[in-house]
């Protein structure tokens, strides 16, 4: 039985309902000097990009599934007069301004916004040039900051909706995000829980906050059953935060155990579902270079954190935890090891389930498209060369709301 809006109970079970965020302008402030900084590897071309996102929500909507976009919720909230002064406060202090006139000349000129065009600043961030002659005497910090684009930074992964929230059982948990570059997109969620009625704040739990210390992203966050999700533990992903999220879940949900899987933390592999998704009621797909490498812990309900067993491998720890006799880890690649790597860095393994043994990947990955073929699994392919330059797949890019139970 479920009162709210939310339902996730695992990770293949048919998607109904996700939230996306189509790519905007934001991507088209991307420049060599902030890729770094802003989490790219390359500068996508918008226009392509959008069109190959266009075809990615089409793939999920001619199955049965609702989509949603953050533009559009953020845009219907702020219509609201008062939503709309708290929310542009809020965008201003989750901005690091620096400077509290500057701060209030922002605000006036945001005031004077649509809501969409608000929406658009919140998510494309403000360029000087966009909102000249706001200064009119200089601070120290203008001064210091005289050569730097903007007042407000873009957001160019919040196309990548997986990370900043997940919806776990009936509940949402609202993530601390690990980077600077990211953080803002959370008070969005925020703000979708709190005051749009498809989240019902009231009905649906709170299992994470993003003021909390510990960061958690979503892409490290695997619902695997009702009763079970695996959580990695990684570049982005705190030791700390897992523990915390994971007491939480034993205390106020149906959710009896936790996998920890503890990954290599670098770049390439910034979350769990970057080197393995699960694609089937006991198939998993999984990039071999990290196989050996991966640790397991399975955590259990304790008195203030969690119990800790430490298991003998990924394997047995997913047999255990899911009641099966065997489960099958599908290596991605198709036997090769340069082909596995390279395929992996274009996401191969980020698969997206639509239903169980039924999956959306990039084109682009041959050799595991055909793996997970030959392995009996459906595979959707999408066009993925504009968007893979984020460094995310079709899992990255989707936060599923509703998924049937199995
Ligand atoms: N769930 C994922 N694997 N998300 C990928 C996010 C990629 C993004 N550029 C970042 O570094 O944050």
Redesign the pocket.
Known sequence: MRDGFLNVTSEIGDLRAVLLHRPGRELERLTPDYLHE????DIPWLKRMQWEHDEFAKVMEDRGCRVYYYEDLLEELIKVEHVKKLFINDLIKNSHIDSTELEVLIEEFLLTLTPKEIVEVAIAGLEKKDAPNLIEEYNLVDYIRQEYPFYINPL??LY?T??PGVVIGNGLAINK?K?P??NRETMFLEYIYQHHPLFKKPITPQWYDYKETYSI????VLVLSDSVVAIGCSE?TSARGIEILSQRLFKESSIKKVLAVQIPFT?AY?????VFTMVDHDKFTIYPGVEDLLQAYELTEGKTTPRVKPMVSLKEALKAALNLPNVQLIQSGGGDDITAAREQWN?ST?TLALSPGSVITYNRNEASNETLRKHGIEVIEIEGSELVR????P???SMPLIREEL
């Open positions: 802003l989490l790219f590897d160019p992964n990548f997986r990370d995000m980077t570059a990211r992203e979503g892409g490290d982005r770049r910034m979350h769990l579902d970057t996401d980020n984020g460094r995310g797949g899992r990255c890019m």
